[in-house]
């Protein structure tokens, strides 16, 4: 089997496309942003707070695998469909701070890219987690002191930002071919054919 840009993109791109989708529903703590429960560290988090635009099922669906995760490592009971929304202050009619629209924004793209990188590759999640960033540096820099919690990014962010990259099948296959010079997967092809002839 010789080399084949095509074919190592395809490889990386799946097993990162599942990585980023554990990463979002689980829910591991990427950032601190303040919100409506005091601060949200994940996406989905963000998205529960902000879901004036998501019938009810939907976000109960999304928090339900971060609530059986915390739950297992805290070794707490696993919380009914009914207790998820109660720490969320889940209404329907209530405003969200559009000081965070990037933050909001970025959060939808990266859960929405979490579902849609698992049928095709594209770059949904990355630009959800770059608006994410740019929200938080903005909020850091020049936010003031409103806010009673600091943003913060954490370094999960930086590798979750990395897996989305490598998610992103033509960039990915644009870099095995940049790093990987053809004469040396020409010779790869070459012994290859050598081998089984």
């Given at each position: 089997?010789?080399f084949s840009?095509?074919?190592?993109a395809q ?5 990162a496309?599942?990585l980023?989708?554990?990463i ?6 990427l950032?601190?942003?303040?919100c409506?429960?005091?601060s949200?560290?994940?996406?989905v988090?963000?998205?529960?707070c902000?879901s004036e ?30 207790q998820?929304l109660h ?11 559009l000081r ?5 924004v970025?959060s939808?793209?990266?859960v929405a ?5 698992l049928l095709?590759?594209?770059r949904m999640?990355?630009l ?5 960033l ?10 003031g002191?409103h806010?009673?919690?600091a943003?913060?990014?954490f ?6 930002m990395?897996?989305?990259f ?9 870099l ?6 053809d004469?040396?997967a020409?010779?790869?092809k070459n012994?290859?054919k050598?081998?089984?002839?």
């Amino acid at each position: 089997m010789g080399f084949s840009s095509k074919k190592w993109a395809q490889i990386i791109s799946n097993f990162a496309s599942l990585l980023y989708f554990f990463i979002i529903i689980v829910q591991v703590p990427l950032f601190r942003v303040p919100c409506r429960i005091g601060s949200c560290q994940t996406p989905v988090e963000v998205m529960a707070c902000a879901s004036e635009f998501l019938p009810e099922f939907v976000v109960k669906a999304l928090l339900y695998p971060g609530a059986v995760k915390r739950a297992l490592m805290e070794g707490a009971a696993v919380p009914s469909p009914d207790q998820l929304l109660h720490p969320y202050k889940f209404k329907k009619g209530k405003k969200t701070d559009l000081r965070q629209l990037e933050v909001i924004v970025g959060s939808y793209l990266c859960v929405a890219g979490a579902f849609v990188g698992l049928l095709r590759r594209g770059r949904m999640s990355y630009l959800g987690l770059t608006l994410i960033l740019w929200g938080i540096a903005r909020e850091m820099f020049f936010g003031g002191k409103h806010a009673t919690k600091a943003p913060c990014l954490f370094p999960q962010m930086i590798i979750t930002m990395v897996i989305a990259f490598f998610s992103m099948r033509r960039d990915v296959r644009k870099l095995l071919k940049c790093c990987i010079p053809d004469c040396v997967a020409e010779r790869l092809k070459n012994r290859s054919k050598a081998k089984y002839s």
